[in-house]
């Protein structure tokens, strides 16, 4: 059996990432995302909303997607 070695890794810090700002343009623009009261769904409505776009939200459960969008 051929045994293949891990490479090596690479450890990052909280120190290592920087944040950038970027104005996508799209504020304004309308935006529906299914899924969104949890996990990527919701990652991905939350950063369209700071990006000032209008998010119609979607989601199974209500519980979870009232307090998404709370």
Known sequence: MLEIPAPDAVA???CDV???D???QLT???AFVSGSAEGIGYAIAK???T???DVM???RDTVKL???VA
Do not use: F, P, Y
Request: aromatic share 0%.
């Open 12 to 14: 990052v810090s909280a």
């Open 18 to 20: 920087k944040e950038i």
């Open 47 to 49: 950063a369209l909303a």
């Open 22 to 24: 970027m104005d996508l």
């Open 57 to 59: 939200t979607n989601g």
């Open 28 to 30: 304004g623009k309308k």
């Open 51 to 53: 990006e000032g776009v």
């Open 66 to 68: 009232s307090a998404a």
